[in-house]
């Protein structure tokens, strides 16, 4: 099997959780932070990505210096473990603050709480060394249309990417775009929408994407074309590997194992893009409610094993298979060849 010698892989802290859901209390032990960075180390991973109280917890009753000796400190616990920190993203959505969202909130002073924390993330990016600033939007929409006035709101999220950009000359900005959940209606709900906002902001060239898998697929979109959409404009900055089984709640399953197909076309388009040496892969994925404890990291490995797996049969196409594909002809015979080489057959 190919060692992950060219691809980098993260995950986030949260992806070892408690296995609660909206039905039901956890199932699982809280995990220590220290043994989630020795998963991180002994699975082979490269990275850690965090929300800004993933490294700083309690941060809001902090003062700002303190906030940042605390990021340092968590920096170098990673740093004495070969680890690095891939991203940080503000968690505006966990906080009371932010029920109706933050940059788009109704209540202006929300919204100015919520880009006062984001500016306090791009400190704790800079604390750890990292130049990659992540927003995924999460109540930034409605749960009734009517309740904003939508062309505002948009013109607030630009406003907001301009005071993150403006903090810092360095900080890059990627958007993970979601289309629903927790909001009804999200606004930024595809890659596109994305790039187009981008394009407004002070600084273009400072504002890409993250696309995570499953929002593709909640938004009715093929995972392996948005990649492809991003990428061609280089604006692929990092990618959340999962799976989803259809239009439901965000699944986030561990990659590959809903549909092979797709992933070894998501894999594909990332090969052929050459994403190992321009971004890094990171594991947003749950583990199944009924997983025990002790095994509570398997979706995080088994996930990292798939997409290397998926690259060893990009790598091992038959050369004819890929020619034949560029021409029209047995179409049906080519199509074939492809499923019975996934298959191993
Ligand atoms: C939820 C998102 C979430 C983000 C993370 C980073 O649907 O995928 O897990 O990726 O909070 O900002
Ligand atoms: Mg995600």
Redesign the pocket.
């Known amino acids: 099997m190919t060692k992950n010698s060219d691809y980098r892989f993260s995950f ?1 802290p ?1 992806t070892i959780h408690e296995g609660s859901d909206p039905f039901g209390p956890t199932v699982r032990p809280t995990v220590e932070s220290a043994s989630k960075l020795k998963t991180c180390k002994e699975a082979g991973f490269d990275a850690m ?1 965090l ?1 800004d109280d993933d490294a700083v917890p309690g941060l809001d009753s902090m003062s700002a210096s303190a906030v940042l000796a605390e990021a340092k400190q968590y920096k170098t616990m990673l740093a004495d473990n070969g680890l690095v920190v891939e ?1 940080v ?1 503000p ?1 505006l959505w966990e906080d009371a603050r932010g029920i109706d969202g933050g940059f788009t909130s109704r209540d202006p002073k929300v919204r100015q709480w919520a880009i006062d924390r984001s500016r306090q993330c791009v400190d704790i990016c800079r604390a750890m060394e990292t130049d990659l600033f ?3 939007l ?1 109540r930034e929409g409605t749960y009734m249309r009517e309740a904003k006035n939508s062309i505002d709101s948009h013109r607030y999220l630009i406003e907001a990417f301009n005071a993150i950009l403006e903090h810092d000359p360095q900080i890059r900005i990627a958007i ?1 775009p ?1 289309p629903n ?1 927790p909001m009804d209606h999200a606004y930024l709900p595809t890659i596109g929408h994305v790039l187009a906002i981008a394009h407004q902001t002070v600084d273009p060239a400072r504002v890409g994407g ?1 696309i ?1 898998i ?2 593709s697929l909640l938004a009715g979109l093929d995972p392996a074309d948005d990649l492809a959409f991003a990428l061609q404009a280089n604006k692929l900055w990092s990618v ?1 590997l999962n799976d989803q089984n259809g239009l439901k709640y ?1 699944q ?1 399953k561990t990659f590959g194992s809903s549909n092979l197909r797709s992933a070894f076309n998501q894999v594909r388009v990332l090969e052929k893009a050459g994403f190992a040496s321009t971004g890094m892969l ?1 594991v ?1 994925v749950k583990a199944m409610r009924t997983q025990k404890a002790e095994f509570a990291t398997q979706h995080l490995i088994n996930s990292k094993r798939m997409f290397m797996h998926l690259v060893e049969k990009v790598r091992s196409l038959d050369p004819e298979l890929e020619r034949q594909l560029t021409v029209s002809g047995n179409d049906e015979a080519v199509e074939m060849a492809i499923l019975e080489h996934l298959m191993g057959v």
């Open positions: 986030g949260w990505m929300h991203m993203a968690r992540v927003l995924w999460a993970e979601k959940e993250l995570e499953a929002h959340h965000d986030d990171a947003d």
